[in-house]
């Protein structure tokens, strides 16, 4: 399995990113230090300072700027141009620009989505993104913007896992050359319906977790790999850090994926999750 995804456009992403909606300093470094080279962020995450600090030891020091992919998101609470926040945001990061910047949720407006998104488009022209994306976006809603715009989404963003897969929203994103990019891969904390998300302890999961001698969190993680979904799980755990990084040396089987398919409870089916707090 290639450690990227690619599109014919040219954009290229890794397979995996570290989440900071809890970054520290020292889970940061070290996520860098063990390989990770995707970072996810948001300004509302007020973890962007942080980043900036430990991505200015890294770079050019240790790495190119052009070996670390940096996602952040405009909040349309701050209005309709991004402009102004995403310069706060290359502030905060000590960067000239970002590989991926996504609106991180929509409005019920599709026009004024479509608004926010013709901005996003200034800022590719302007230098400060290098590509575009959305966050949370239903399938009418992406819809509305494909058909309407300059600058196509490579990217969307969306709450998936093993109990939420939505998979006609990640088929639709294929066709239409989006990458998708999954935050709680190993499940949120809280309840859907009334039922807690012990993504984890799923018998069924944890027996092909000891068949391949992984930890659970590792075949939650390579599952969505396989489907051609970015994961980016969160962890200050130096340990954590390293397992979710550890899974490109294996490989599951067709059998056993389907069996993960059908772990499936269709959460996400029907409706457009609500981002959980810090998503």
């Given at each position: 399995?290639?450690?990227?995804?690619?599109?014919?456009n040219?954009?290229?992403?890794?397979?995996?990113?570290?989440?900071?909606?809890?970054?520290?300093?020292?889970?940061?470094?070290?996520?860098?230090?063990?390989?990770?080279?995707?970072?996810?962020?948001?300004?509302?995450?007020?973890?962007?300072?942080?980043?900036?600090?430990?991505?200015?030891k890294?770079?050019?020091?240790?790495?190119?700027?052009?070996?670390?992919?940096?996602?952040?998101?405009?909040?349309?609470?701050?209005?309709?141009?991004?402009?102004?926040?995403?310069?706060?945001t290359?502030?905060?990061l000590?960067?000239?620009?970002v590989?991926?910047?996504?609106?991180?949720?929509?409005?019920?407006?599709?026009?004024?989505?479509?608004?926010?998104w013709?901005?996003?488009?200034?800022?590719?022209?302007?230098?400060?993104?290098?590509?575009?994306?959305?966050?949370?976006?239903?399938?009418?809603?992406i819809?509305?913007?494909?058909?309407?715009?300059?600058?196509?989404?490579?990217?969307?963003?969306?709450?998936?896992h093993?109990?939420?897969?939505?998979?006609?929203?990640?088929?639709?994103?294929?066709?239409?050359?989006?990458?998708?990019?999954?935050?709680?891969?190993?499940?949120?904390?809280?309840?859907?319906?009334?039922e807690?998300?012990?993504?984890?302890?799923?018998?069924?999961?944890?027996?092909?977790?000891?068949?391949?001698?992984?930890?659970?969190?590792?075949i939650?993680?390579?599952?969505?790999?396989?489907?051609?979904?970015?994961?980016i799980?969160?962890?200050?755990?130096?340990?954590?850090?390293?397992?979710?990084?550890?899974?490109?040396?294996?490989?599951?089987?067709?059998?056993?994926?389907?069996?993960?398919?059908?772990?499936?409870?269709?959460?996400?089916?029907?409706?457009?999750p609500?981002?959980?707090?810090?998503?």
């Amino acid at each position: 399995m290639a450690l990227f995804q690619t599109l014919p456009n040219g954009f290229k992403i890794p397979s995996i990113g570290y989440g900071t909606a809890r970054a520290q300093e020292q889970a940061l470094d070290h996520a860098l230090k063990i390989g990770f080279r995707h970072i996810d962020t948001a300004p509302g995450y007020k973890t962007e300072p942080l980043i900036g600090s430990v991505l200015k030891k890294w770079i050019p020091n240790k790495i190119k700027r052009e070996d670390v992919f940096i996602t952040s998101k405009f909040p349309p609470k701050d209005g309709f141009d991004p402009e102004e926040t995403l310069k706060k945001t290359l502030e905060d990061l000590q960067l000239d620009y970002v590989d991926l910047y996504l609106i991180h949720r929509p409005t019920d407006d599709n026009e004024k989505n479509l608004q926010i998104w013709k901005k996003l488009e200034e800022q590719v022209d302007a230098g400060r993104a290098k590509y575009i994306g959305l966050s949370n976006f239903t399938v009418d809603q992406i819809e509305h913007i494909l058909q309407n715009s300059r600058i196509k989404p490579v990217n969307l963003q969306v709450q998936l896992h093993l109990y939420g897969q939505n998979k006609d929203l990640v088929e639709y994103c294929k066709k239409n050359n989006i990458t998708v990019v999954a935050y709680t891969p190993l499940g949120a904390p809280g309840s859907k319906h009334g039922e807690k998300l012990d993504i984890l302890e799923n018998d069924t999961l944890k027996q092909i977790a000891k068949k391949y001698n992984k930890l659970p969190a590792q075949i939650a993680l390579r599952f969505l790999i396989q489907k051609n979904i970015i994961p980016i799980p969160k962890s200050v755990t130096p340990e954590r850090i390293e397992q979710n990084f550890n899974v490109f040396d294996f490989v599951i089987s067709d059998e056993d994926v389907k069996s993960l398919e059908s772990l499936d409870k269709n959460l996400y089916k029907t409706e457009r999750p609500r981002p959980p707090k810090n998503d």
